[in-house]
């Protein structure tokens, strides 16, 4: 069994236990209603092109491939007795992940509003004025395996699955990680913020800002998040006033770049991820791109990492009922494929 699989069905276990709850009888724990009409009305299906095979894009316009992605027409993988076998190169962007954030801790709007049992202590907040009085903003986080190109049965081939997921899977909560809601651990568990955390290296970030409001981010400058801000520490505590969609999409950028750095999400980008995701400490902002699901969706594009919430950000909340965003994650996936493709 794989190992997000183990810790669904403990966790599932637990609150059968302990008794989740459903949204009706837990305040500010709202149902997304994720599985359903929405996975055909509130996801941009134009926006996984352009579609490559052999070096050619086979498809229309509706968007752009990463700078790095492959290009060249044919690719060589070992098969299980370690003999190269030809085949294509074939590259997309898939919706491959679902991120939440939540104030309610255990709440998982995903899941239609399903609470598991952490305690009432651990509530998050947000800070969304000058006036507010609560020190700073603080989510929780649900990271989901949301394969559904391959749970639909469209376009993906079997060995173009670079991590082995082939269904909806809860893989990581941050009510258990205790670097989450603490800045001292999260710094001594990722040294390298000593070097990034300081004014020196924030004062490139705008360079970044521009960068990626134009659509390109930088891979070299690890530390920043575009105009969304620093991301380091890797942490979910900010100072707050920006507001959900911003801070929301900064927590989505030290997710990513947290579950790097632990060897849980890979990199599937490039010459090295043809024949297989690996795993890449540092965060490869060109490899994502991100379409809001929840509240108010991004049905029609997407935004790249950093990019500024003013071109894509504005009204995408709900006063009361709807201020726990969900993101689809989309990552770019070079394949090479030695058996024949579904396209």
């Not at 997000?4 to 059968?16: E, K, V």
């Not at 104030?103 to 709007?109: D, T």
């Not at 300081?198 to 891979?219: E, M, R, Y």
Request: aromatic share 10%; charged share 15%; hydrophobic share 40%.
């Amino acid at each position: 069994m794989k190992a997000s699989s183990l810790f669904i069905a403990c966790l599932c276990a637990a609150a059968s236990l302990f008794g989740a709850t459903a949204n009706a009888d837990t305040p500010g724990c709202s149902n997304a209603e994720v599985i359903g009409p929405k996975l055909f009305t509130d996801v941009c299906w134009t926006c996984i092109f352009p579609i490559r095979v052999a070096g050619i894009n086979i498809s229309g316009g509706g968007g752009n491939a990463p700078d790095d992605s492959v290009r060249r027409p044919v690719c060589a993988c070992n098969d299980d007795l370690g003999v190269p076998r030809p085949g294509i190169t074939t590259s997309m962007w898939e919706p491959a992940r679902l991120v939440e954030f939540q104030r309610v801790a255990g709440c998982s709007s995903v899941l239609n509003g399903t609470r598991f049992p952490f305690d009432r202590l651990m509530q998050g907040n947000h800070a969304d004025g000058e006036f507010d009085t609560t020190d700073g903003t603080f989510m929780h986080y649900h990271y989901y395996a949301f394969p559904l190109l391959v749970m639909m049965d469209l376009f993906v081939n079997k060995t173009c699955n670079s991590d082995g997921f082939y269904d909806f899977d809860l893989m990581y909560m941050s009510e258990v990680d205790p670097t989450w809601n603490n800045d001292e651990l999260a710094f001594f568990t990722n040294p390298e913020a000593a070097a990034v955390a300081n004014p020196i290296a924030l004062a490139a970030c705008p360079v970044d800002a521009i960068s990626s409001t134009a659509g390109k981010p930088l891979n070299a400058m690890f530390w920043c998040a575009g105009s969304w801000g620093a991301i380091y520490p890797l942490s979910g505590n900010q100072n707050g006033g920006n507001g959900v969609i911003r801070e929301s999409a900064r927590l989505k950028s030290r997710v990513l770049a947290a579950l790097h750095r632990r060897g849980m999400a890979h990199k599937t980008m490039g010459e090295d991820a043809m024949c297989g995701g690996y795993i890449s400490p540092i965060l490869p902002k060109t490899q994502y791109k991100f379409s809001l699901f929840h509240p108010v969706p991004e049905s029609t594009s997407t935004h790249v990492m950093g990019e500024s919430t003013f071109t894509w950000g504005l009204g995408r909340t709900i006063p009361a009922v709807g201020q726990d965003p969900i993101y689809l994650i989309w990552r770019w996936n070079d394949c090479c494929n030695t058996k024949g493709a579904s396209l």
